[in-house]
């Protein structure tokens, strides 16, 4: 049986590699928490395919056998057979939810061509974050945290305490009085995140971190910090831990920005 196309050469490479390495890149994906969002990353592709239009698509199957992230399908056009047809994109905003070895498959016009293996892997998070950053923390009692569509921002004042490049934060899962309610939380790929100066009404640094909801231990030693930062707590703090257990998400975020 005929086949569509030769695929000659593909990449999967993390984008800050593939723009210090080009093609000689080595394959790998960075996660900022499992699961969690994709550093940007590139897929190379040399073709070998007549001329004319196809649809292309890449399939990114973990090491359990799910599909779990689809880029394209997109028409392309081809070169012809007698040359190399070179398509090279960005991806931002893929979400992975496993580590391991995943195999991507080169799909054109429903049939798939070509295969590689390539690894996935959590990027350790930094334990001090940029001096910008820490200050913007450490020096602030009140953070705003949201979600960005576009150019559509939903964000909300809301407490934290921070410690060794984690922010922790609780939300109330449904709207009301006793807690803030933070858009985003437990659902969005990513939140943006917007320090401020103490007692002034300008931004000092904005980022998107990814979220992780805690549970079971982790939880509890996440309450523990959260309740001994709570100011305006009213009574001990085993009664606001108590509250939480029911009504709000406790979520980890980890800044996407430079150490």
């Known amino acids: 049986m005929e086949t569509v196309g030769e ?6 490479v993390d984008a800050r590699v593939w723009e210090a390495y080009g093609r000689e890149s080595a394959d790998g994906v960075y996660l900022v928490g499992q699961p969690g969002p994709a550093m940007s990353f590139v897929i190379y592709r040399a073709w070998k395919v007549p001329t004319g239009f196809v649809n292309e698509e890449v399939r990114f199957y973990s090491p359990s056998g799910r599909l779990v992230y689809r880029w394209g399908p997109e028409i392309r056009r081809m070169v012809g057979s007698m040359d190399l047809t070179t398509e090279i994109d960005r991806v931002d905003g893929a979400v992975f939810d496993e580590t391991g070895t995943y195999v991507v498959s080169f799909v054109m016009d429903g049939e798939i061509v070509g295969e590689i293996e390539i690894p996935v892997a959590v990027q350790v998070a930094p334990q001090k974050l940029g001096k910008d950053t820490e200050d913007g923390l450490k020096k602030s009692d009140v953070i705003w945290v949201g979600t960005q569509t576009g150019e559509r921002r939903r964000t909300v ?27 985003g939380v437990p659902d969005a790929q990513e939140l943006l995140v917007i320090t401020r100066r103490k007692l002034r009404d300008t931004s000092l640094q904005e980022f998107v971190a990814s979220q992780r909801v805690l549970e079971g231990a982790e939880w509890e030693a996440a309450a523990a910090a959260l309740a001994d930062r709570r100011r305006s707590r009213n009574g001990p703090p085993g009664d606001a831990i108590t509250r939480w257990r029911t009504s709000c998400h406790i979520v980890e975020l980890t800044p996407s920005v430079p150490g």
């Open 7 to 12: 695929l000659v050469a593909a990449a999967v």
């Open 157 to 183: 004042p809301a407490w934290f305490t921070y410690k060794n490049g984690k922010i922790l934060l609780v939300s109330q899962k449904e709207s009301g009085p006793e807690e803030q309610t933070v858009p």
